[in-house]
């Protein structure tokens, strides 16, 4: 990057409140905005810039003085793991007044600063818009009164604004997800699964000590013995539906009420009916989850008391209430919050670098993987048109379709992977919704052969999605030395079409069941393949399931490891993470984690740069370093010789400690991003395969033997796309098990700058001005 300006000055203002004049909003802080404070003051003083704190939001801009504070790169340091904001928010009235905001611009003008990076809900956004467009007037204003000269006023005649939206709600139109919604559905999915537990033992408990005679055998005491408890989980959301919706769908709730898509009249009775029939399957758990906004099609509102009142007077079931409320806000930023906020940032201070006069405002939002910059304010009134919409009653009709029958086997292949099972449970769910008979294949490609396969029901995959490993069983083995009995299986139980979920072994099974087509007609059915490995290592797919649930645990036991030094001397720790010859954990989680350091196979190294940095590290005086090493980076500086090298080149300087995370990177509960993920895949797998049997399904037998009917489905960017498999072998290094080309090696700069490397980074893929053009981009499909 080619960059003169030296004199531009940035300001961070965190979780600013500013209301509409005919609405009201909250001025609150998520976690994940200490890293795109992080982000932006690191990649301001990268770029030559003087970066400023704004403390407590609007307020401090308009009272000035100690509240607008230079940063430096020490006073970011150990943010990444923090929750909420370091630098404060508040509400602010004045700021909604001119004389208000003519304040805040004598404050700015004063230190120079006409560059805005604003992180907070439409209010704080629109208020930023609001005060951009004032600017040349409010100047005006503060020469007439001698509050400033004119030569002041000619060098700060522009005022540039870039917005970050951080809500837990993900309220916003414009961007797939907004800072602090991951973190909070991870707070509400530890919520549930502790839910889950504590009934499923006290069901345990019950069964072991109740004794009761014939005489007080009631209808109340036998309710209570089979155990049927319901819990009502109230979330967050006023009036977005996000968080309740996308829980539901990672916990497997049985009910879900929210405010954008009230229930049909007479929801009371069919969902009591569902709770029943829930019953009748010998489930003894019944999950209900309410927006706090949830209104019926009157709109009057839908409490949890009025869902708990309904359940017990209609079934007499236990049911218990849980509020999370400001829980849903606090804790430790998930691995995908610190992700996606780094690259907001560093995408807000390269959207103000290019910025001019004629730019208009922009807000930097996630759309699929990338990060794009799109209007403020077209993203605004879209945002609140979406409530308009609401208040006018002019709500989404759900519509649910129906195929013709078919079957459809799934397995599993490969090493075990967090959200797998979601999948599952969704495939199978999904296809018997669109009249299907689902099977299941147990132990992959090797059960196949071996005729492990069984029908599976709805009921079956009860419960599923917040497991982790497989229960399906999966292995490594691949078709080819088995084709000729796979095909008898087929047969046997009359298989329509395949849905392979797995990691690179699935991926290479599929190819070779379609390349076995020409001499087994049994193959000639649709197959996709759904990518599902901690490494991400997959072709044709930017994200597999999986790997935001190993980033996590990368990232939690870098916190612990750096808090276990904390008030100690001086000392450096080596981590040697997993993901084979791909380099995708070890560096998104140093990203996530402020790795000082990390090597990987893509990006050769040697000696010397492992000198550079030990040379860093002293002369920066780091208290506590991170390094982390990918498992198969180099075959001769292995995690050990690294150790060994900063253990001796240390002395006197910081002492060495290593660990190796080894398999506590794929165990573990899914994240609620690949529970979320791995449903929604999984549902749009299955809706291609319906669609591709109907296409296929002639003289009364399903033939498919197109490239287009073997396919990949993957994250592309900013959408769902399926591949042909066929079509993916150019793109693949086979020896090496990876992609040829990685999306995330353009993160590896980042990571860089933020642990103060010199290196350049490079804006090719850096999101452009445009237009939105969906109303709800964020909606499940």
């Not at 730019?359 to 209007?375: F, I, W």
């Not at 299941?440 to 005729?451: C, L, M, S």
């Not at 002639?698 to 287009?708: C, H, I, L, P, S």
């Amino acid at each position: 990057m080619h960059c003169h300006i030296m004199n531009v000055f940035f300001i961070l203002s965190v979780s600013l409140c500013l209301s509409l004049p005919l609405s009201a909003s909250l001025c609150c802080c998520c976690a994940g905005m200490n890293a795109a404070v992080r982000a932006v003051v690191r990649m301001g003083i990268y770029v030559g810039a003087k970066v400023y704190f704004v403390h407590e939001g609007y307020q401090g801009m308009v009272d000035g003085g100690d509240n607008i504070e230079e940063a430096s790169w020490e006073s970011v340091s150990s943010m990444l793991q923090v929750g909420g904001t370091v630098i404060g928010s508040a509400r602010c009235k004045e700021f909604r007044s001119h004389e208000g905001r003519l304040k805040a611009a004598h404050h700015l003008v004063q230190r120079d600063i006409t560059n805005l990076c604003v992180i907070g809900g439409d209010g704080s956004l629109t208020g930023a818009n609001l005060f951009r467009e004032e600017w040349s007037g409010l100047l005006e204003e503060l020469v007439q009164q001698g509050l400033i000269d004119e030569e002041a006023a000619q060098n700060n005649s522009e005022l540039h604004i870039v917005g970050m939206v951080g809500s837990i709600d993900n309220d916003f139109c414009g961007t797939d997800m907004t800072i602090g919604t991951d973190s909070a559905l991870h707070r509400i999915i530890e919520v549930v699964d502790a839910i889950m537990t504590t009934a499923q033992s006290q069901h345990l408990l019950r069964q072991s000590g109740v004794v009761c005679t014939q005489s007080t055998f009631t209808q109340t005491s036998l309710l209570s013995l089979s155990h049927q408890r319901t819990f009502v989980l109230e979330v967050m959301g006023r009036h977005c539906g996000y968080l309740a919706l996308v829980s539901a769908l990672a916990c497997g709730a049985d009910w879900v009420l929210i405010p954008e898509m009230p229930p049909e009249d007479g929801w009371e009775e069919q969902m009591c009916q569902k709770l029943s029939e829930s019953r009748s399957r010998g489930s003894r758990l019944n999950i209900i989850i309410v927006a706090e906004g949830a209104i019926d099609r009157q709109g009057k509102a839908i409490t949890v008391n009025n869902v708990k009142d309904l359940v017990v007077s209609c079934l007499g079931f236990d049911t218990r209430v849980t509020i999370l409320g400001h829980v849903q806000r606090g804790g430790t930023p998930s691995a995908f919050d610190r992700i996606l906020a780094s690259r907001m940032g560093v995408e807000a201070v390269l959207a103000l670098l290019e910025a001019s006069a004629s730019t208009p405002a922009c807000v930097v939002s996630l759309c699929g993987n990338q990060a794009v910059r799109l209007p403020l304010m077209e993203c605004v009134q879209m945002t609140q048109d979406v409530q308009k919409a609401m208040d006018e009653k002019n709500f989404e009709e759900a519509v649910r379709l129906r195929g013709s029958s078919f079957n459809v086997a799934v397995l599993n292949v490969g090493a075990p992977a967090a959200g797998m099972n979601a999948a599952v449970r969704s495939a199978v769910r999904v296809g018997i919704t669109e009249g299907h008979k689902m099977f299941a294949v147990n132990d992959g490609f090797e059960g196949f052969y071996k005729g492990q396969i069984k029908e599976i029901k709805w009921g079956d995959v009860g419960g599923w999605t917040g497991q982790g490993g497989s229960i399906l069983g999966t292995k490594r083995t691949l078709p080819a030395k088995h084709l000729d009995k796979i095909a008898e299986q087929i047969r046997i139980h009359n298989i329509n079409a395949l849905l392979v979920i797995g990691g690179f072994e699935a991926f290479l099974g599929v190819m070779e069941l379609s390349a076995a087509r020409e001499k087994y007609n049994e193959f000639c059915v649709p197959m996709v393949m759904v990518p599902a490995t901690v490494s991400n290592n997959i072709p044709g797919s930017d994200l597999s399931i999986g790997a935001d649930t190993a980033l996590n645990a990368i990232t939690d036991t870098c916190d612990r490891i750096k808090q276990s030094a904390s008030g100690t001397k001086r000392r450096v720790f080596i981590i040697e993470t997993m993901g084979g010859y791909c380099g995708y954990l070890a560096s998104v989680g140093g990203l996530a984690a402020g790795a000082d350091a990390v090597y990987i196979y893509e990006e050769p190294f040697d000696i010397r740069d492992l000198q550079v940095r030990d040379i860093v590290l002293h002369k920066t005086c780091i208290q506590r370093g991170l390094v982390l090493r990918n498992e198969n980076s180099n075959e001769n500086f292995t995690t050990d010789f690294i150790y060994q090298l900063y253990s001796e080149e240390g002395k006197g300087v910081f002492d060495c400690r290593k660990n190796v995370l080894g398999h506590m990177q794929q165990g573990g509960a899914p994240s609620p991003f690949d529970r979320n993920f791995g449903t929604k895949i999984a549902a749009k797998a299955i809706q291609w395969i319906s669609r591709k049997l109907k296409d296929s399904y002639k003289e009364g037998r399903v033939f498919a033997n197109t490239e287009d009917t073997a396919c990949l489905l993957g994250m592309r960017r900013r959408a769902m796309v399926f591949q042909p498999v066929v079509q993916l072998k150019d793109q693949t290094d086979f020896i090496h098990r990876i992609p040829k080309e990685q999306w995330w090696l353009k993160l590896r700069p980042l990571m860089k700058i933020l642990a103060k490397y010199k290196t350049s980074y490079d804006v090719s893929d850096s999101g452009q001005l445009e237009h939105v053009t969906r109303v709800r981009p964020k909606k499940v499909d």
